[in-house]
């Protein structure tokens, strides 16, 4: 089944205690991409990428780093979380790099800095 | 950035009616689409409509869009108690690397179908 996986799906961590959200696509696809959703402030891109080795910041990088070593993964990883990533994450790709093509989205992952 | 805001902010109807939401930017696009949340999980595409194109169908999904007004709708006719969910607008925007793309997500419309 093409599918966008996420873990973990949900995660409570501490302030500091640094965490890695991966990120796998099963779909050959060369764009891949991390979203943040936070209650009135809808969808804000972290980081994207538009093939292996080839990132760039999105709306809101601050706090987190990505890499692709992998054409099928992209982790998102928070050095030194605080309780502002608290959020609910979202990794999508898409087939190509390029504005004609549609986002698959992974199931999300809930978490939580205390 | 915002690009597409979607109005009504949410918005209840019965089942069996039809729902229209609607969706504004701000900027030239290359394309729009439009997806769906149901809650707390991923995003669902469900339809892309071209700057080029005025008006597409999928199912019991209509999508108009107006380049003039900057602006779409979208119609689900005849809807269910499975269309209950979150619908978000999404426009590309143009990057300074060639050929990357991002979309701009609105912060969605909350439709709730009552039985």
């Known amino acids: 089944e093409a599918q966008v996986t996420q873990n973990p799906r949900y995660l409570i961590t501490v302030t500091g205690k640094k965490l890695t959200v991966t990120c796998s696509q099963n779909?050959?696809?060369?764009?891949m991409s991390w979203y943040r959703q936070d209650p009135g402030l809808g969808l804000r891109q972290i980081y994207y990428?538009?093939?292996?080795?080839?990132?760039d910041k999105g709306d809101v990088p601050e706090g987190y780093k990505v890499s692709r070593k992998e054409k099928r993964n992209f982790p998102l990883i928070l050095e030194s979380p605080s309780p502002n990533q608290t959020s609910l994450y979202f990794c999508?790709?898409?087939?190509?790099?390029?504005?004609?093509?549609?986002?698959?989205f992974g199931p999300g992952t809930r978490l939580t800095v205390t | 950035s915002q690009q597409g805001e979607e109005d009504p902010q949410a918005l209840s109807i019965q089942e069996g009616e039809n729902a229209t939401m609607n969706c504004s930017y701000k900027?030239?696009?290359?394309?729009l689409q439009w997806y769906r949340q149901n809650s707390g999980r991923g995003l669902v595409h469900l339809i892309l409509?071209?700057?080029?194109?005025r008006e597409k169908h999928s199912g019991r999904l209509r999508v108009t869009l107006d380049t003039s007004k900057k602006s779409s709708s979208l119609l689900i006719t005849a809807s269910r108690a499975a269309d209950t969910a979150s619908y978000f607008c999404?426009?590309?925007?143009?990057?300074?690397?060639?050929?990357?793309?991002?979309?701009?997500f609105g912060q969605g419309t909350r439709l709730t179908i009552n039985p």
């Open positions: 900027t030239s696009i290359n394309n």
């Open positions: 779909m050959n696809h060369e764009y």
């Open positions: 409509i071209r700057s080029n194109e």
């Open positions: 999404a426009t590309d925007e143009k990057r300074l690397i060639q050929g990357a793309q991002k979309l701009v």
């Open positions: 990428s538009m093939n292996v080795e080839v990132t």
């Open positions: 999508a790709s898409s087939l190509r790099t390029g504005v004609l093509y549609e986002q698959y």
